[in-house]
């Protein structure tokens, strides 16, 4: 099975390729730090499966997921990541995406998850399917969360996260790999699509639909 590594922490995608390297049946074919590379090894490789993250500077690994289906609707997308949001998770699936597991995941778990989408399966990191059922069993939760958050974009998402962890503009800028101004019209857009007039307002919204939704506060 050939598998294509997406991944802007060349340290997790060295533990993620020397894992794959003690398998017989699997094997790295190629490496991105990018979803822009994400699109080119895949329409270039052709691997039975990426594995992906989302938050990554440029296109983001959910954007790069719908552009791969759209040019290539069988490839196979494996989402590795550390966000754990409903948004996240849904969008990712709604996307085209066959799996969503966190990177604090062990290494048979990730194995396990790379072979079940290899071959034509669905896979979730446990914590995320119990999150999932929780979501679709508790509708009175679901209908407190401000319905503003879905008219969010995935980078405008991505934004209010890092806002809500405490960063600032340029500490956003630098994590996304955007610049100062960007973040500033990215923060603008939220701002307004919320009806909130401050930072801590958005940071507060978010913070209550993520704990109303089963989130851990950070």
Known sequence: MKIVLIDDHPLFRSGVRNLIQTTED????????????????????????????????????????????????????LIVTMLKNDKSVFTAMQMG??????????????????????????????????????????PQKKDLVNPALSELTSRELEVLELIAEGNTNTQIGAKLQLS?????NHISNILNKLQVTDRHQAKKVYKESQNLLGEEDD
Request: net charge negative; no cysteine.
């Open 26 to 77: 699997l094997e790295v074919i190629g490496e991105g730090a990018s979803g822009e590379e994400a699109v080119e090894l895949a329409l270039q490789l052709q691997p039975d499966v990426i594995v992906m993250d989302i938050r990554m500077p440029g296109l983001n690994g959910i954007e790069a997921t719908r552009v791969i289906r759209e040019k290539l609707p069988e490839m196979k997308i």
């Open 180 to 184: 100062t101004k960007t973040v500033a």
């Open 97 to 138: 995406a066959r799996g969503y597991v966190l990177k604090d995941a062990g290494e048979m778990e990730l194995l396990h998850s790379i072979r079940m989408v290899g071959n034509g399966g669905a896979v979730f990191s446990s914590d995320i399917a119990v999150r999932m059922v929780n979501y679709f069993t508790m």
